[in-house]
């Protein structure tokens, strides 16, 4: 039987998918969720199932208290984090994002460990965001005890607030000594935001092994690559979106 939710429940299916083939996560690592903001819910991957067992109808439709609307199986642990950052940045702010990950990426959860933004050194990053990739405070010992996942959303929340980030242009996160949260306007572009804030991470390892007193990318050269891919008179790439 078809579900009223099957659309939502297809697209988190297909991008859940993309988190191995892009090698984000190994095992039953990471999730994706598809908002629907007209039905105020989302699908996001089950708990702890194997990438290689889940199917469309195994996504958990859930509300933005948390609250499972409809299947057979528990949502990711991670739920409550993808609630907070919907109702604050889709909900209250009128943000465009049908999406949100979590991965494991290695690099990026280097970065995260080491409790450590990720500096714009190259063209690369500011292809698709034009300051460092922010990196969140420990969670304090309180917040955690009241309710992690919760709160883990709280921290990149307010974490924004504090740094005056745009969540609509700076889709990425990292969430000391945990991991990289991104998001999009879909689930597959939340997916995409996570792959290249994979990269960048890489390539700034990379940086800093070969000059540890790398400096950021000159403002000029910033603005020149972001503005030519996302500016008003933008000229990267074909008519029909092609990279």
Not at 111 to 117: E, G, I, K, L, T
Not at 148 to 166: C, K, M, S, V, W
Not at 213 to 227: E, N, R, T
Not at 234 to 241: R, S
């Amino acid at each position: 039987m078809s579900s009223k939710y099957q659309d939502i429940k297809e697209e988190a299916f297909k991008a859940n998918m993309e988190i191995p083939a892009q090698h984000l996560a190994i095992y039953t690592w990471g999730n994706v969720s598809c908002f629907d903001p007209q039905k105020g819910v989302f699908a996001i991957k089950p708990s702890g199932v194997p990438y290689s067992e889940l199917t469309v109808d195994s996504m958990v439709i859930v509300d933005l208290e948390g609250k499972k609307v409809e299947g057979d199986f528990n949502p990711s642990s991670d739920t409550l984090t993808h609630c907070v950052l919907y109702k604050e940045w889709a909900v209250k702010k009128g943000a465009k994002i049908g999406g949100i990950v979590h991965t494991h990426s290695p690099y990026a959860v280097g970065w995260a460990q080491a409790v450590r933004p990720i500096p714009l050194f190259g063209t690369t990053h500011a292809d698709h965001i034009q300051t460092a990739i922010p990196c969140t405070p420990y969670i304090t010992k309180e917040a955690l005890t009241r309710n992690y996942e919760l709160e883990t959303g709280n921290l990149i929340a307010e974490h924004f607030e504090a740094e005056g980030l745009n969540p609509a242009e700076v889709t990425m996160v990292l969430v000391a000594g945990h991991g990289p949260f991104a998001w999009g306007s879909n689930p597959s572009n939340a997916v995409y935001n996570a792959a290249v804030l994979e990269e960048c991470a890489k390539m700034a390892t990379f940086t800093v092994q070969v000059n540890p007193g790398a400096a950021a990318l000159p403002q000029y050269i910033v603005d020149k690559h972001y503005l030519r891919k996302h500016g008003p008179n933008a000229y990267y790439g074909q008519a029909g979106g092609h990279h």
